[in-house]
């Protein structure tokens, strides 16, 4: 069974940086895509960032050019630099990893991002 644990979420202020990261343990498939996902209070769970195995990524437009999402494939890790944040930031932020099929089945625990002064 894969297991997705994140690590480093916490408490900023308004134009500060944080840093996520996500180690994957288990049968996780070799080729597996990785990302990141965010769920604030009352909204729906959306995409943040996203890398595949040979390293493409893909950015939701509200956080482009302020983070960065890189991976270690022989740790099985993946990272979120997280730079210029702001209130609308704050939220719990989990660690995905697609199955063979493509589809994101695997899911972290989350960890929360709080912005405010």
């Known amino acids: 069974q894969v297991h997705l644990a994140e690590s480093g979420g916490g408490l900023v202020q308004p134009g500060g940086s944080l840093s996520l990261s996500c180690a994957a343990s288990g049968r996780i498939f070799v080729r597996a895509s990785m990302g990141w996902y965010r769920q604030a209070p009352g909204k729906q769970r959306d995409m943040v960032a996203t890398?595949?195995?040979?390293?493409?990524?893909n950015y939701a437009d509200s956080v482009k050019g302020r983070f960065t999402i890189s991976r270690d494939n022989a740790k099985n890790t993946v990272f979120l630099q997280m730079n210029s944040l702001n209130p609308e930031d704050t939220a719990v932020y989990y660690c995905?990893?697609?199955?063979?099929?493509?589809?994101?089945?695997?899911w972290g625990q989350g960890t929360q991002v709080t912005v405010s002064s």
């Open positions: 995905a990893a697609t199955n063979f099929f493509g589809d994101y089945a695997y």
């Open positions: 890398i595949t195995s040979d390293g493409y990524t």
